[in-house]
């Protein structure tokens, strides 16, 4: 026996694993091939194997931010190391390491019972800790950028577990060096330092309004506010498949937005880097007349015109033919481009 005695099991097989109840757009897919991803060791075997037998392949998380196709041919890696470990605490700050798999609300409401508020403003997003900083998740003023010390990852150019800084990883709007690298980095673990000091960021106009007459509420507090926001905006995607915004937010030149806002004086944005301004897609979807409108198995959110759903039976292709007719009747409309935002496999 060569094994060593602590090295994990390898990763365990599924073959034609239906994955319906694996993204939430619940989108019907078969992966040819998965492989149940539990520590970080497994990767390489598996890696190995693709090279080998030259097989596609691709990672999914909570399949919160992916449109699937009917299948999936090769290997789908099914992220799910949960190991989460207090790395140190010190005066400035607690730095802690979070397995890919762990589920992010669970993280938030952790973080929160374990009195290290931060990560408060962005409760109730779906998906996983590890796919969590590939598009840099934000909501209410608030992104994971702000929080992440570092990133352990798999480099599949190298085949070597890398340690990425923060600084490295190039975070930007719903951006990362990993998405901007498709396929070459695979995350297994993410380091979090949150600040001993907190402050409570409630100046996004939904939330302020939940706080007038409150200026000082408690982390706790600002939870509740956003879980309750979130649960009145955006579908639960266990009762309605969808996945979060379809669309990012366009970021346009000021002279193309003061143009603009002489058109349509409701025009909603926000400042953004110097000399530019970021558009509110989902009022202008509204202003086309899009929400609550069903195109056959999929449609537009009742709520926030920025979420496409899925009624039951939709396809991928069904889906992007919705979304086809969104971004054109836009950009006539507008002017203006929008770009999918979930991963398109
Ligand atoms: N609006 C409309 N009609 C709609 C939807 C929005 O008029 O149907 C207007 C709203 O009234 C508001 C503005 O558009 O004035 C912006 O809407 P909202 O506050 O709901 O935020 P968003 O810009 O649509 C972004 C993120 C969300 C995040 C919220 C809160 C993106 C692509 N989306 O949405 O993130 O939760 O801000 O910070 O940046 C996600 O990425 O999946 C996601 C849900």
Partial sequence: ???????????????????????????????????????????????????????????????????????????????????????????????????????????????????????????????????????????????????????????????????????????????????????????????FNIPKVWQAKIHYADLAKQFEGNPNPTAEEIFLAVCKIRTLKLPDPKVIGNAGSFFQNPIIPNEQYETLLKKYAGLVSYPDAPGKRKLAAGWMIDQCGFKGQRMGEVGVYENQALVLVNHGNGTAQDILGLAKCIQDKVRKEFGVSLEIEPNIL
Wanted: charged letters at 15%; one cysteine or more.
């Fill in 1 to 191: 026996m060569n094994s060593t005695p602590n090295a994990p099991a390898p990763a365990k097989l599924m073959p034609h694993l239906g994955l319906k109840g694996r993204n939430t757009f619940g989108l019907d897919a078969v992966a040819d091939l998965a492989y149940e991803i539990t520590a970080p060791e497994q990767i390489a075997a598996v890696m190995n194997q693709i090279t080998e037998q030259n097989l596609p392949w691709r990672v999914l998380g909570g399949g919160s931010n992916v449109i699937l196709p009917k299948v999936l041919p090769g290997v789908t890696l099914l992220m799910n190391i949960t190991e989460q470990e207090i790395i140190s605490s010190e005066q400035n700050a607690t730095v802690i390491s979070v397995g890919g798999g762990v589920n992010w609300h669970e993280f938030v409401v952790w973080t929160l019972e374990n009195n290290l508020p931060g990560l408060e403003n962005l409760a109730l997003i779906p998906g996983t800790v590890g796919a969590a900083p590939i598009q840099n998740i934000g909501a209410y003023g608030v992104e994971i950028a702000d929080y992440i010390d570092s990133i352990h990852a798999f480099d599949t150019k190298t085949n070597t577990f890398v340690t990425l800084a923060k600084e490295d990883c190039q975070f930007a709007y719903r951006d990362s060096y990993f998405k901007k690298h498709p396929q070459r980095f695979i995350v297994t673990n993410v380091i």
